[in-house]
């Protein structure tokens, strides 16, 4: 179980604070695009809340975001991606197995198939970009001898705390 609280001042997304428990970055993710929105539409995504936070299916969060009502696409759009590095950083930070597991790939290049969207190319390049910032960081031993780049794959994350 992870915490982050996204704030939201003066239509920039300015700092991830520990309070809500979130199960994946995914997640969260989905709830601070819910916020976003929210400013102008809340009590049309009273309902969407409660299922963001009952569920933790990858697919089905990336269906309740589209399902949002009222998101200025294009701010959202502009913070996205820094929110979702934010996002995987604290959550490699706070899950060492799945940081060692990152830091496994050394310097191989990332790709992200599933989806032929922006995070097509966007996911992967953050994930390399979160892999330098946390290389000087030594994750906890792991029980399994070999790590390996399918190993990782099926990571979906969860985060902790504040970006520092």
Do not use: C
Not at 90 to 103: D, G, I, R, V, Y
Request: hydrophobic share 40%; proline share 2%.
């Amino acid at each position: 179980m992870s915490s982050i609280v996204i704030l939201i001042v003066s239509e920039s997304i300015v700092a991830v604070v520990s309070e809500i428990v979130f199960e994946s970055v995914e997640q969260a993710f989905q709830f601070a695009k819910l916020i976003v929105a929210s400013q102008t539409k809340a009590t049309e995504n009273s309902n969407i809340v409660k299922d963001i936070m009952n569920t933790t299916n990858g697919g089905k969060l990336r269906n309740l975001g589209k399902a949002i009502k009222g998101l200025n696409i294009e701010f959202w759009d502009k913070q996205s991606s820094s929110l979702m590095k934010k996002l995987l950083k604290e959550s490699f930070k706070q899950n060492p197995q799945a940081l060692a597991k990152l830091l496994a790939t050394g310097n191989a290049e990332l790709t992200h198939t599933q989806d032929k969207g922006k995070w097509g190319t966007e996911f992967p390049k953050l994930l390399m970009e979160v892999r330098e910032i946390l290389k000087p960081i030594r994750p906890i031993a792991l029980k399994t001898k070999e790590m390996t780049l399918n190993s990782f794959i099926g990571y979906s994350g969860a985060a902790i705390g504040s970006d520092t």
